[in-house]
C-alpha cells in the first residue's frame, strides 16, 4: 500500500473516532439541556405567580378595590395557562373559587385562598425536586457513559498516535542512517524495505546512488592522489617561498625555498606549532606577524643579499552543512592562511641600476647644459658683438630649453635619491613666512615678466615648523611655477599660510584652467602630465611626485583641490613645533 493511502486511512479512522465520540456527547448534553429548561421554566414560573398573588393579599385589606381584583385575576390567569401538573388544575380551580368569594366578600374567603395558593405552590416544589432527582439522574448516567466511551476513545487515539507514526518515521530512520553512512564514505551502505511503497523506490535509488559513488570513488582515488602529488610538487619547486598555516597554528606545507631562507633545511616542519618555530627562528616570528608585509626587505641567502616581497592569503574553504535537509554548503570557513615571500632580487637590482643611470646621466648633463647657458649669456651681452632680432629670438628659444634641461636634470637628481632612500633631510626650527619669503623671491622675476601679482595672506603669531627649509622651499618653488605656467597674463596667484590642527599649512591657488577630476588622484604619481593639447606641455612630471615624497618624509601630507574653470589650490602641511 502506497504510503498517501496508509495517511488517508489512518486520519480517516481517526476523524471518525472523534466524530463518533462527539455525536455521543451531543445527544446527552442536549437530554441535561432539556431537563433543566424543564425544571426552570415551567414550575418556576408557576411558584412565581403565586407569589404575585400572595403578596397582593398580603398588602391589601379587604374589601378589595377594583384594581387590586384586576391585578390578582390577571396573575390568577396566567396561572390557569400554566398548569403543568396532575393535581395542579384542580387546585387552581378551588383557588379560582375562593377568590369568586373573596370579590364577594363572604367571610372566611381570604383564609381559603391563601390554602390554595399554599397547595399550587408545594405541587410545583413536589414537581421540581422530582424533576431535579430525575435531571441528576440522567447526568450521572450520561457521564458514566461519557467516560466510558471518552475512555474508550482515548485508548484508541492513543495506540493510533503511539503506533501509526511508526509507518512512517521507522522507514525515515533507516535512510537518515544510510545517509549519514555515505556521509562519512562509507559506500557499501545498503537499504532494504519489504513493503511496495514510496520508501521503497527510495531505498531503490539510494542503493543506487551508493553503487555509484563507490565507482567513482574507485576511478578518482588514485587520480585525486596523482594530482595532490602534482601540485606539492609544484608548491616545492616554486622559486618563491610558500608558507602555509592552519587554522590551528600548525605548518600545513613549506617548500624548499622557504626552508632555505628561513635556514629550516635539517628538520620537520610540517605538522610542528607556529609558537614553537618562532622561538628560535626571529625571521620566522617577524613573517608570522606580518611586520615586513608590503614593503620589500633584504635577507642574506648563500652569503647573497636578496630582496623580499611578503604578501599574505587566507584560506577559506566550503562549509558543509550535516543536515541533509538544509543547503550543502552554508558557507566558506577560514581554514589558515599562507604567506608568499616573493623574490625581488631581479626588479631590485634593475631599479638601483636605473636609479644609478638616471643619477650619472643627470650629473654629467648639468655640466654642458651650464656651459651653454654661460655662452648664452656671453653671446646676449652686446660687447661681444651686436646681433640681429631673428637671431636673438634664436637665442630665446635656445635658453628656454636649456633651462628646461636643466630643471629636468635637477629634478631626475632629487628622484634618484628619493628611490635610493638617501634624502639629507637637514631639520632646523624656521618661521614660515620665511619659507614663502625665500620661494616668492625664486619665482619673483618670472611672475613680473608675465605680468602675474603674487598675494601672500599668513596669519599672526604662526607657530615655527622644524623642517628642512631647502626642501620645503623646493616644494613651494614647484607649486608656484606651475601656478605661473598655467596661469593667465596679469593674473593673481594667493600663497597663504595657517596655523590649523596643530599643523602649519602652506597653499598655492591660481586662477587657470583647472584640473579635470579624472586626473587630479594621479597628479602626484611620477611621469604623469595633465594633457593640455599641446599647450603648455613641459617638464617631466616629475616635480609633484618628488614633493609628495619631500613633504612625507617630513610627516606632512600633501594634497590639491581643483575644478574646471575655477583654478587649482595645491597645498601641504607640516606638523607645528612644539618649542616655536
Not at 393535581?87 to 377568590?99: D, G, I, P, Q
Not at 550543502?328 to 581554514?335: D, N, R, V
Not at 604567506?339 to 643627470?362: H, M, P, Q, W
Not at 593640455?532 to 613633504?551: E, M, P, R, V, Y
Request: net charge neutral; hydrophobic share 40%; charged share 25%.
Amino acid at each position: 500500500m502506497k504510503v498517501k493511502n496508509k495517511l488517508r486511512l489512518g486520519f480517516g479512522f481517526l476523524f471518525a473516532v472523534v466524530l463518533f465520540f462527539g455525536v455521543i456527547s451531543l445527544f446527552y448534553i442536549n437530554q441535561i439541556s432539556n431537563s433543566a429548561k424543564v425544571i426552570l421554566k415551567d414550575n418556576y414560573e408557576s411558584l412565581s405567580y403565586c407569589r404575585d398573588m400572595r403578596t397582593i393579599l398580603d398588602e391589601n385589606p379587604l374589601p378589595l378595590n377594583k384594581a387590586v381584583i384586576a391585578h390578582f385575576n390577571r396573575e390568577l390567569i396566567k396561572e390557569e395557562h400554566n398548569i403543568t401538573e396532575a393535581n395542579e388544575k384542580a387546585a387552581v380551580a378551588n383557588l379560582r373559587s375562593a377568590f369568586n368569594d373573596v370579590q364577594k366578600g363572604l367571610p372566611g374567603a381570604e383564609k381559603n385562598a391563601r390554602k390554595y395558593l399554599r397547595q399550587v405552590e408545594l405541587i410545583n416544589m413536589e414537581a421540581i425536586m422530582r424533576k431535579n432527582d430525575a435531571a441528576q439522574a440522567s447526568v450521572k448516567e450520561s457521564t458514566v457513559f461519557l467516560g466510558f466511551t471518552g475512555a474508550f476513545t482515548f485508548l484508541v487515539l492513543f495506540t493510533v498516535s503511539v503506533n501509526f507514526p511508526g509507518f512512517i518515521i521507522n522507514p525515515l530512520n533507516r535512510l537518515l542512517a544510510g545517509i549519514r553512512a555515505i556521509g562519512q564514505n562509507n559506500y557499501n551502505e545498503r537499504i532494504h524495505f519489504d513493503n511496495n511503497d514510496e520508501f521503497a523506490e527510495v531505498a531503490t535509488a539510494f542503493n543506487d546512488m551508493a553503487v555509484r559513488l563507490k565507482e567513482w570513488e574507485n576511478s578518482n582515488l588514485s587520480k585525486i592522489m596523482s594530482e595532490k602529488l602534482r601540485i606539492e610538487t609544484i608548491i616545492a619547486q616554486m622559486h618563491d617561498a610558500i608558507i602555509g598555516i592552519n587554522e590551528k597554528q600548525e605548518v600545513l606545507f613549506i617548500n624548499t625555498a622557504a626552508k632555505e631562507i628561513l635556514n629550516l633545511t635539517d628538520e620537520k616542519i610540517e605538522g610542528k606549532r607556529v609558537t614553537d618555530l618562532s622561538k628560535n627562528n626571529d625571521l620566522f616570528r617577524s613573517i608570522i606577524a606580518q611586520d615586513k608585509i608590503g614593503k620589500p626587505f633584504k635577507i642574506v641567502v648563500n652569503g647573497k643579499d636578496a630582496h623580499f616581497q611578503l604578501e599574505t592569503r587566507e584560506i577559506a574553504v566550503p562549509n558543509l552543512n550535516p543536515d541533509p535537509a538544509q543547503p550543502m554548503i552554508i558557507a566558506k570557513k577560514q581554514a589558515g592562511k599562507v604567506y608568499i615571500l616573493k623574490n625581488v632580487t631581479e626588479f631590485k637590482e634593475r631599479d638601483e641600476a636605473k636609479t644609478n643611470f638616471i643619477a650619472t646621466i643627470s650629473h654629467e648633463l648639468k655640466t654642458p647644459i651650464s656651459s651653454i647657458k654661460m655662452s648664452l649669456k656671453l653671446m646676449k651681452d652686446e660687447r661681444v658683438g651686436q646681433i640681429n632680432a631673428e637671431q636673438q629670438q634664436l637665442l630665446e628659444h635656445i635658453t628656454d630649453d636649456s633651462d628646461r634641461l636643466l630643471k629636468i636634470t635637477s629634478e631626475l637628481l632629487e628622484l634618484s635619491q628619493v628611490e635610493t632612500g638617501n634624502i639629507q633631510l637637514n631639520f632646523v626650527q624656521v618661521d614660515p613666512a620665511k619659507i614663502i619669503d625665500y620661494a616668492i623671491a625664486s619665482v619673483n622675476f618670472q611672475a613680473a615678466q608675465k605680468g602675474v601679482t603674487l598675494e601672500v595672506i599668513k596669519e599672526r603669531n604662526l607657530p615655527f615648523v622644524n623642517v628642512d627649509v631647502e626642501k620645503t622651499a623646493w616644494v613651494l618653488v614647484n607649486f608656484l611655477s606651475n601656478a605661473l605656467r598655467y596661469s593667465a597674463e596679469r593674473s593673481k596667484i594667493v600663497i597663504s599660510v595657517k596655523h590649523k590642527n596643530h599643523e602649519v599649512e602652506f597653499s598655492v591657488k591660481d586662477q587657470g584652467k583647472g584640473i579635470d577630476e579624472q586626473y587630479q588622484k594621479r597628479l602626484f604619481d611620477r611621469y604623469f602630465q595633465v594633457p593640455t593639447d599641446g599647450q603648455n606641455k613641459s617638464g617631466s612630471g616629475l616635480g609633484l611626485a618628488i614633493s609628495k615624497d619631500f613633504i612625507e618624509a617630513q610627516n606632512g601630507s600633501i594634497w590639491v583641490q581643483s575644478a574646471i574653470a575655477e583654478g587649482s589650490t595645491f597645498s601641504f602641511s607640516l606638523p607645528a613645533s612644539v618649542h616655536s
